[in-house]
């Protein structure tokens, strides 16, 4: 090992903790922090191009079943 590698293990404290820190992704395919991520089965994910259309089919569904709970109470 040479000096210059030497000094350079040696510049970091040993009360230094990093393996508590968050690993942060960067690039394409990074989420948005409040993004949940979701495995669709494939027969299921064929029929949506977008997690667009998946959001949009899945809020028709919910408006229907409230609307549909709102007459089951009257």
């Known amino acids: 090992m040479n000096k210059k590698s030497k000094e350079f293990e040696d510049e970091l404290r040993p009360e230094y903790d990093f393996s508590k ?4 992704k960067r ?3 990074r989420k948005t922090p409040k993004e949940i991520t979701v495995t ?3 027969d299921v ?7 667009e259309a998946v959001n949009e089919a899945l809020r028709l569904i ?5 609307e549909t709970k709102d007459l089951e109470t009257i």
């Open 27 to 29: 690039g394409i395919g």
């Open 45 to 51: 994910a064929k029929k949506f191009p977008s997690s």
């Open 62 to 66: 919910i408006k229907v079943a409230d």
């Open 40 to 42: 669709l089965a494939p």
């Open 21 to 24: 820190l968050p690993v942060v």
